[in-house]
């Protein structure tokens, strides 16, 4: 028997066709065109499992549910998206109104707690009883799966790790708290870092690489800029490693799971990244003296994390 995953995002939508080991065999996708009626998006997804399933060649006999990740507060019990802002979703019946149109069971579950399933079972974290995938982008995103089983809290809100304050009357986030992880260590707080240096740097080689336009700044600008030497470039760097570094040893702190994977277009640099993050995780965690040591590595499947985890979510 097949699954079907589907990620939904503030861009795009993507469906995948997935087979009993976890390979995704065909996927398909659409622009998510927000803002606009919930009820038009969910009949997009909708069409997206038709349209993967045909061009598979199997039918909805051969499919035994569609799973969803989708950002914001998923109650898994009734299929309602709560609330999610990126959507505008409130009180959305998700799940009840795809499982309408495809006559398929639907499960829904927050984006980044899916991605963390899809490495728990396919990725990075496979064969680890106790796994923290965190993911740096828009935003910090957080999931933790434990002994096979999503953790997401009481209400279904939980693993925002991106929450967690680690400069207390420190810069805004958008979720109305100051000082969040995720304003200092996310893929858009590094780019408004490295632009913040440039400012203050006229004679910087990240000028040279973006062309002198600032708008072209992304999350690589300062690490290839440091390996050339450039001064300036290199002190974002090693800020945003000492920023990322403080958060992941409070989740190894709180969590000490078997394995932290870190996703994300930042974590292309490899160990350009997490070689000194891994030196500040070493000297400050709490564990220090223990003989089992969490493992931080590089989450494995990427953009296909949340089409692996969405659908493996009613996995036995």
Same mark, same amino acid.
């Given at each position: 028997?097949?699954?079907?995953?589907?990620?939904?995002?503030?861009?795009?939508?993507?469906?995948?066709?997935?087979?009993?080991?976890?390979?995704?065999?065909?996927?398909?996708?659409?622009?998510?065109?927000?803002?606009?009626?919930?009820?038009?998006?969910?009949?997009?997804?909708?069409?997206?499992?038709?349209?993967?399933?045909?061009?598979?060649?199997?039918?909805?006999?051969?499919?035994?549910?569609?799973?969803?990740?989708?950002?914001?507060?998923?109650?898994?019990?009734?299929?309602?998206?709560?609330?999610?802002?990126?959507?505008?979703?409130?009180?959305?019946?998700? /799940?009840? %109104?795809? #499982?309408?149109?495809?006559?398929?069971?639907?499960?829904?579950?927050?984006?980044?707690? +899916? !991605? *963390?399933? =899809?490495?728990?079972?396919?990725?990075?974290?496979?064969?680890?009883?106790?796994?923290?995938?965190?993911?740096?982008?828009?935003?910090?995103?957080?999931?933790?799966?434990?002994?096979?089983?999503?953790?997401?809290?009481?209400?279904?809100?939980?693993?925002?790790?991106?929450?967690?304050?680690?400069?207390?009357?420190?810069?805004?986030?958008?979720?109305?708290?100051?000082?969040?992880?995720?304003?200092?260590?996310?893929?858009?707080?590094?780019?408004?870092?490295?632009?913040?240096?440039?400012?203050?740097?006229?004679?910087?080689?990240?000028?040279?690489?973006?062309? /002198?336009? %600032?708008? #072209?700044?992304?999350?690589?600008?300062?690490?290839?800029?440091?390996?050339?030497?450039? +001064? !300036? *470039?290199? =002190?974002?760097?090693?800020?945003?490693?000492?920023?990322?570094?403080?958060?992941?040893?409070?989740?190894?702190?709180?969590?000490?799971?078997?394995?932290?994977?870190?996703?994300?277009?930042?974590?292309?640099?490899?160990?350009?990244?997490?070689?000194?993050?891994?030196?500040?995780?070493?000297?400050?965690?709490?564990?220090?003296?223990?003989?089992?040591?969490?493992?931080?590595?590089?989450?494995?499947?990427?953009?296909?994390?949340?089409?692996?985890?969405?659908?493996?979510?009613?996995?036995?």
């Amino acid at each position: 028997m097949y699954t079907i995953g589907i990620d939904l995002g503030g861009t795009n939508i993507v469906a995948g066709l997935v087979d009993e080991n976890c390979n995704i065999v065909t996927t398909a996708k659409v622009k998510t065109n927000l803002p606009r009626d919930p009820q038009l998006i969910i009949e997009d997804m909708a069409a997206l499992c038709f349209m993967v399933m045909e061009q598979a060649g199997v039918t909805k006999d051969d499919v035994a549910y569609v799973g969803v990740g989708c950002p914001g507060t998923c109650n898994v019990e009734t299929g309602e998206v709560e609330y999610s802002n990126n959507l505008r979703f409130a009180h959305v019946m998700l /799940g009840p %109104i795809m #499982k309408e149109l495809t006559g398929l069971p639907v499960y829904i579950e927050n984006d980044a707690n +899916a !991605a *963390a399933l =899809g490495e728990a079972m396919a990725g990075a974290a496979r064969g680890a009883a106790k796994s923290v995938c965190v993911t740096l982008g828009t935003g910090v995103g957080g999931g933790i799966v434990l002994d096979g089983e999503i953790y997401s809290g009481s209400n279904y809100a939980g693993a925002e790790l991106g929450h967690i304050v680690i400069m207390v009357d420190g810069e805004p986030c958008t979720c109305g708290r100051n000082g969040c992880w995720e304003t200092y260590a996310s893929a858009t707080a590094l780019i408004r870092q490295t632009k913040a240096a440039m400012e203050a740097n006229r004679d910087s080689r990240m000028w040279d690489l973006v062309g /002198g336009d %600032i708008s #072209k700044v992304d999350g690589r600008v300062c690490f290839d800029a440091a390996k050339q030497g450039d +001064a !300036a *470039a290199q =002190g974002v760097v090693d800020q945003y490693v000492k920023y990322l570094a403080c958060g992941l040893v409070n989740v190894i702190n709180i969590f000490q799971p078997d394995v932290l994977c870190v996703g994300g277009g930042v974590c292309n640099q490899g160990e350009n990244l997490l070689g000194p993050v891994r030196a500040y995780i070493e000297k400050d965690r709490y564990s220090k003296y223990s003989v089992k040591q969490t493992k931080l590595c590089v989450a494995e499947l990427g953009n296909d994390a949340g089409i692996v985890g969405a659908a493996c979510l009613h996995k036995d």
